[in-house]
C-alpha cells in the first residue's frame, strides 16, 4: 500500500493521468513528478507534486474540449 506524499504514489498518480489524457488524444510532454515531492518539501498530506508542464494551444484547446465533455455527464 501506498501513501500519499509516497513518491511511488506520485509516479503512478501521473501515469495515470498519463494514460487517461491519451485515451482522449491527449499528450503533455511535460507531464511527471516535480522534483519537490522527492525533496521533502511539499507537505505529505496533500499527496506530492504531479507537474503538468507546458502545452501548445491546440493541447490546450483538446484538454478543454475533454474536460467539458466529462463534466456535462
Not at 498518480?13 to 525533496?39: D, K, W, Y
Not at 521533502?40 to 484538454?63: E, F, I, S
Amino acid at each position: 500500500m501506498t501513501h500519499h506524499g509516497d513518491p511511488h504514489d506520485v509516479q503512478e498518480c501521473a501515469e495515470q493521468l498519463r494514460t487517461a489524457l491519451q485515451a482522449n488524444g491527449i499528450t503533455l510532454p511535460s507531464l511527471g513528478v516535480e522534483a519537490a515531492t522527492f525533496a521533502g518539501t511539499y507537505p505529505p498530506r496533500h499527496g506530492g507534486l504531479v507537474a503538468l508542464g507546458n502545452c501548445n494551444t491546440a493541447t490546450a484547446r483538446k484538454l478543454a474540449e475533454a474536460l467539458h465533455k466529462a463534466a456535462a455527464r
